[in-house]
């Protein structure tokens, strides 16, 4: 569920409720028709200080979306410029209309990730991060019997292996990763009529489990080609 501004009140941090509320609000595309609020009038709107909404609008263009300049103001920036692998304007994106290119797109950037991340586990994962993959994998069979939650045990799958890379890089990408993990499994499950498959998942965890950096690449791989394929079942749908 989505922060509201007087959640983070309650909270004591006026500052994340302001950045919250109003990055939500440009990336949705609410400032595309109208000019970007001044400081002022921001204070104003949603009732905090000065100080609050300064430190909030720093805070939106270290993410790229904000840039102020002498006699223009701040001005929201094209969306070239935002930081995408930042969690929360992955988020924020996700709240605009639902996109089949965009869903594309995360899941092509999975593909490009997740195989490489399998291999590496293969090669570096320790017994404890092994059973961490495999944990996952025990609490998407739960969620077949409705004893787990399906979406979250899956994104503890995928992220597990993330951290079994020994790639810090990696490591360091999951919320980007879990982001997208978030769009494309609710879809995807939606789409196929069903949840992820839990022998594709038990293929590459064995892999993993037996140091098989080649099949685990490739059970990764035909693992988020099943994704591709629904998504371009969709797009011929709707053609």
Do not use: C
Not at 43 to 72: D, I, Q
Not at 141 to 158: G, M
């Amino acid at each position: 569920m989505v922060k509201k501004i007087d959640d983070f009140a309650r909270e004591g941090n006026l500052t994340l409720g302001l950045l919250n509320e109003v990055g939500r609000q440009v990336v949705v595309g609410e400032f595309e028709e109208q000019p970007f609020p001044t400081e002022a009038d921001l204070a104003v709107k949603y009732g905090v200080s000065r100080s609050v909404t300064r430190e909030a609008l720093k805070m939106l263009a270290a993410k790229g979306l904000v840039s102020a300049r002498p006699k223009r103001g701040t001005f929201v920036r094209p969306p070239d410029d935002w930081n995408l692998f930042d969690p929360d304007v992955l988020r924020w994106l996700l709240e605009r209309k639902f996109s089949v290119q965009l869903l594309r797109q995360f899941n092509e950037l999975r593909v490009a990730v997740e195989p490489q991340a399998a291999k590496l586990a293969a090669q570096r994962a320790r017994p404890v991060q092994v059973a961490a993959i495999a944990n996952g994998l025990e609490r998407m069979r739960a969620a077949e019997q409705n004893e787990d939650d399906a979406l979250e045990s899956d994104i503890e799958f995928h992220v597990a292996i993330l951290n079994a890379s020994g790639n810090p890089f990696f490591v360091q990408f999951r919320d980007v990763v879990e982001t997208a993990l978030r769009t494309s499994i609710r879809f995807t499950n939606r789409v196929a009529g069903r949840t992820a498959s839990i022998e594709d998942h038990e293929r590459v965890l064995s892999a993993i489990a037996a140091g098989d950096p080649d099949r685990a690449v490739t059970m990764m791989r035909n693992l988020l080609d099943d994704v591709l394929s629904l998504i371009d079942r969709l797009e011929a749908d709707s053609a």
